[in-house]
């Protein structure tokens, strides 16, 4: 053969496959040029991922209900193999910054640069501190446990010194006295909301997650609540009250109230720091196809209906509530942007560290924690989207990939983003039990 031995194209192919069936992927310089993949080209499979590789499904491109049969396709979860790793652009570099946990699965960024990590299964918190020479962390210890499925993590007062660190339980939200650099809790818990919707565990085990943020001047505290169930109609199932919405309330947990609804499962929120807008990343409902509905990442407005149960993506009627509520038809708001069906996007952060390409400044980070109920399997990665000016441009971008081997096993499985002080990007990863870090050097592998 010319120039390259059989064997040696043979390890080019299985390195391309573990990175997500396809070649490496684009450097800086063609990442704003690279056109996004659209129309019914937008729907893929895990081999469609690579990183760089962008993305763009509009409201023209959603097929009619039932195009396709609803699946039941679980992933089968494997020990990660010795040559598979995550992928990232080309310049970035995947390092494993912690392994062994259990079920990690939100991670937040104190003020003073320590990464504070929900154990949810176990009902504990734990923090880490800074980064070895070999990559690992330097201090580690259990901030409190004793919750019960907690998930959200937020600090109070907004601004480099907290007072409080507020936790999310499936039922409720705690806080405790907290300074910068505490590692463990210096009080008892203060129960600031003592009943939330709880648990609500469907087939795909979601629905329990709480999320917390706080406005930028602090004035409110801001909850996610998944829905209980796919798509009951909320109007003859009080199991639904206070569900599917963001709920919002005073940071002493007063004057509970609906902020926006219709959000089947808002399971990642967070503010835009650049502006203050509320953001949410979903889980659209099942069973009407495996490409329908789309999950989405939207700005929340205030007062906004987003469709659950009765429509999606704007007007578009659920088949099983035909008829219903026509007077709500023209008010769903159309999400700013529609993600591969079915992904599971879970948690989210902004980028406004400086060690990344400016491009990618002010930019949403997401985990996309993949599929169960689609015939192909999707997600299983971190995605980048597009912010200028405070409102995306409709596009997502494949960014940390290579999670599913090449005959569909499943070894890795995104949760929690956070934006560390150093600017490296950390992803809690509930498959392999890891925290991986990302830093951008600048240098091809």
Not at 15 to 25: D, H, K, M
Not at 95 to 121: C, H, K, M, W
Not at 152 to 177: K, L, M, Q, W
Not at 377 to 392: D, L, S, W
């Amino acid at each position: 053969m010319n120039r390259f031995s059989r064997r040696t194209l043979t390890i080019i192919l299985s390195t391309w496959l573990l990175a997500g069936c396809s070649g490496p992927g684009t450097t800086e310089t063609q990442r704003a040029s690279q056109s996004a993949t659209t129309g019914a080209s937008a729907f893929t499979d895990y081999c469609g991922e690579k990183p760089g590789r962008i993305h763009k499904i509009t409201v023209a491109d959603l097929p009619a209900p039932y195009a396709t049969r609803s699946a039941d396709n679980p992933p089968r979860l494997v020990s990660r193999p010795a040559n598979a790793w995550p992928q990232a652009p080309a310049g970035f570099k995947v390092e494993q910054y912690v392994t062994s946990l259990d079920n990690p699965r939100e991670i937040r960024t104190a003020p003073n640069g320590d990464l504070f990590v929900a154990e949810s299964e176990p009902g504990r918190i734990l923090v880490f501190r800074g980064i070895t020479h070999d990559g690992k962390p330097e201090k580690e210890s259990v901030f409190a446990d004793g919750f019960t499925l907690p998930f959200g993590i937020a600090f109070y007062p907004p601004g480099p010194n907290p007072e409080f660190i507020y936790v999310a339980n499936t039922d409720s939200v705690v806080r405790f006295p907290y300074r910068n650099g505490d590692l463990k809790a210096r009080g008892p818990k203060q129960v600031v909301v003592p009943h939330i919707p709880g648990y609500g565990r469907l087939q795909g085990g979601g629905h329990w997650t709480r999320d917390l943020a706080f406005s930028l001047d602090g004035k409110q505290l801001f909850i996610s609540v998944g829905s209980h169930s796919n798509v009951d109609d909320t109007d003859n199932n009080p199991t639904e009250y206070h569900r599917a919405d963001i709920l919002a309330a005073t940071p002493e947990g007063k004057d509970l109230h609906v902020y926006a609804w219709g959000i089947r499962n808002p399971v990642g929120i967070a503010i835009d720091p650049e502006n203050g807008q509320l953001w949410a990343s979903v889980n659209e409902r099942d069973q009407i196809g495996d490409n329908l509905p789309p999950d989405y990442i939207t700005h929340v407005q205030e007062g906004g209906f987003y469709g659950w149960p009765w429509y999606y993506i704007g007007g578009h009627q659920d088949p099983r509530h035909e008829g219903k509520h026509p007077e709500l038809k023209d008010k769903v708001i159309v999400p700013d942007v529609l993600i591969e069906p079915h992904n599971a996007s879970l948690e989210m952060a902004f980028y406004e560290a400086d060690q990344f390409p400016r491009e990618y400044h002010d930019d949403i980070f997401a985990a996309e924690h993949g599929s169960w109920n689609r015939g192909v399997r999707t997600g299983y990665e971190v995605i980048c989207v597009p912010v200028k000016n405070g409102r995306a441009t409709g596009s997502y971008e494949d960014f940390l990939t290579g999670f599913v081997m090449p005959d569909g096993e499943v070894w890795g499985r995104p949760v929690g983003v956070a934006v560390g002080n150093d600017g490296s990007l950390f992803v809690t990863d509930d498959g392999s039990n890891s925290i991986w870090r990302v830093s951008y050097t600048g240098q091809s592998p």
